[in-house]
């Protein structure tokens, strides 16, 4: 059986753990029960990127959501009737706190009373099996695995199974649903779904699907891993229209949907996690007219927060543009303590949209340079200490000027780190040791007496075989310099020996 808790742990990012632990401490002092449910436990035993963190907890969940409020939570809605809370945790975690409860149809189709109930009640109420999942986090049962509809059989077949007959009479936003997820996971819709799914829009339960309803799974399309697939399987089933007949009619942008995503991927694999629902949206509406777009969103009934940041992100990418490529943020420094404050969603649609070089440039240089750069120093900064200095206002000064050296090209090897450093910080390098020269021992003397040579019996084989030096000749005795020990040598010693009597004069 899997250690749900470790799966956790292990899964989920450092601030949606803290995030768990947080709720965790909350519910235990409103004495709560609390459980994590719905698409975090799919997708944490599906091995999909965890996306949302969905909380049941059996009792008022309003109190929690106030306590997380408090610590900087931003409250995004909140149903009173369905006690159902949606908000942004620190860390940009997106959240939601709902009371558990069942629903009771009268006749299939109606609005249904809403009782509230137990998480078991819960969890069978649900759209899908492979939703219908829980994980206790409560002290007595931390790690327990709720599944009463078996969907983790049907995440291990790959199929999203409808829990009732009625499930798309109930909600027809379901058929939306069940597409989105079938094309998210890579998954199938059962036979029997796929039977009722066909009947539900042969009967056009499609057309019922209410604007709200229909603009909550445009914000879930917006911010899905995969937004082209599911668009596309919306548009085969002609579902295009429950968003607008104008973007049925000109059709999602797909060439910029691919471009805005790619960019995605590219900031992940650099450590940037953007909320791209503002960049996605405005591609997918990016065939329609201003007007058209306008009009499109307020008949999703989106926030007022979500339309303004779809309206405006055109504008909003032209300043950005226009200050990264003018004056003030001409030298590293300066670009990148503007980049650090911008929003990373336009500085995601720059990078899919922009033709400005120069703005391009410096967006790249702070994602994949800089901010590595910046993200290292708490390595830098053990070899700060290495050399001596200790952590103080000075410390933390030396640290953010060797940053500022590096953003400018300087001390990014890490054999220059020390040198710079010292610099920086005004300690002189420890003075290096003089190794004391060995001196060279004296060649002791060759022995030539023969009698040292008889007397030595270490002598070498070599040395005692070798054949006695011969006496040189004795130097002339005559001449006039004769006895002179610096006299040079002759060519030829019997020439010089002779004596010659001088000539006599002819007369």
């Known amino acids: 059986m899997p250690d749900y808790m470790y799966l956790l742990e292990s899964r989920l990012s450092a601030e949606q753990h803290a995030a768990v632990v947080r709720i965790q ?14 698409g975090a436990v799919r997708d944490l035993t599906s091995g999909m990127p965890i996306r949302d963190l969905d909380f049941i907890v059996e009792g008022n969940p309003a109190r929690i959501a106030r306590e997380l409020e408090k610590g900087g939570a931003q409250l995004l809605s909140e149903n009173d009737n369905l006690r159902h809370i949606e908000l942004v945790l620190a860390g940009e975690v997106d959240a939601s706190l709902a009371a558990s409860r069942e629903d009771i149809y009268s006749q299939p189709g109606n609005k249904p009373d809403v009782r509230f ?11 899908f099996s492979v939703n219908a999942i829980a994980i206790s986090l409560n002290a007595n049962s931390r790690g327990l695995l709720l599944d009463p509809t078996n969907g983790l059989a049907d995440l291990e077949r790959r199929e999203i199974r409808a829990l009732s007959i009625h499930s798309f009479t109930n909600q027809p936003v379901r058929l939306l649903r069940a597409l989105r997820y079938a094309a998210r ?44 697939a599911v668009l596309k399987a919306w548009e085969a089933r002609n579902l295009l229209d429950v968003l607008h007949p104008h ?3 000109r059709h ?14 590219e900031m992940a694999g650099a450590g940037f996690r953007p909320r791209l629902f503002a960049p996605v949206a405005h591609a997918i509406l990016g065939r329609l007219k201003d007007r058209e777009r306008t009009t499109a969103l307020s008949h999703m009934a989106l926030r007022p927060a979500e339309i303004h940041a779809i309206a405006e992100l055109e504008s909003e990418s032209a300043k950005l543009v226009k200050l990264l490529a003018g004056p ?15 929003r990373q969603d336009l500085l995601a649609y720059i990078l899919a949209e922009s033709s400005n070089s120069k703005a391009v440039g410096k967006i790249r240089n702070y994602m994949f340079k800089w901010k590595p750069l910046r993200n290292a120093l708490p390595g830098v900064a053990g070899e700060l200490e290495a050399i001596g200095l200790e952590r103080g206002p000075k ?31 005004g300690i002189k390098e420890p003075p290096k040791k003089i190794e004391e020269k060995k001196k060279p021992e004296k060649s002791k003397p060759e022995k030539t007496k023969k009698g040292s040579q008889a007397g030595n019996p270490a002598a070498s084989p070599a040395k005692s075989s070798a054949p006695p030096k011969q006496d040189a000749p004795a130097p002339p005795t005559k001449g006039p310099h004769a006895g002179s020990k610096s006299a040079p040598p002759r ?7 002779v004596k010659h009597k001088p000539r006599e004069k002819r007369k």
Not at 117 to 127: A, C, G, N, V, Y
Not at 255 to 265: E, G, K, L, M, Y
Not at 334 to 341: G, I, Q, V
Not at 491 to 497: A, I, P
Request: avoid cysteine; glycine fraction near 4%.
């Open 117 to 127: 109930s137990t998480i078991m009640e819960d969890l069978r109420r649900r759209d």
């Open 247 to 249: 973007l049925a009619r």
């Open 185 to 228: 996971l890579g998954f199938k819709l059962d036979a029997r779904t796929s039977d009722w799914l066909n009947l539900a829009m042969e009967r056009g339960l499609q057309e019922t699907i209410s604007p709200e309803d229909a603009g909550s799974e445009f914000r879930q399309a917006a911010r899905e891993e995969k937004p082209l």
């Open 25 to 38: 401490e909350l519910a235990a002092a409103a004495e709560s029960n609390l459980y994590l449910v719905g």
């Open 252 to 265: 999602p942008d797909y060439d910029a949907i691919n471009r805005i995503t790619h960019v995605r991927d």
């Open 491 to 497: 060519e030829s010693s019997h020439v010089g020996s």
């Open 395 to 425: 410390f933390d000064k030396v640290l953010e000027d060797f940053f500022q050296a590096q953003l400018l090209g300087k001390a990014r090897k890490p054999e220059d780190h020390a040198k710079v450093l010292r610099k920086l910080a």
């Open 328 to 342: 003030k943020t001409a030298s590293p420094r300066d670009a990148y303590a503007f980049l650090e404050k911008a």
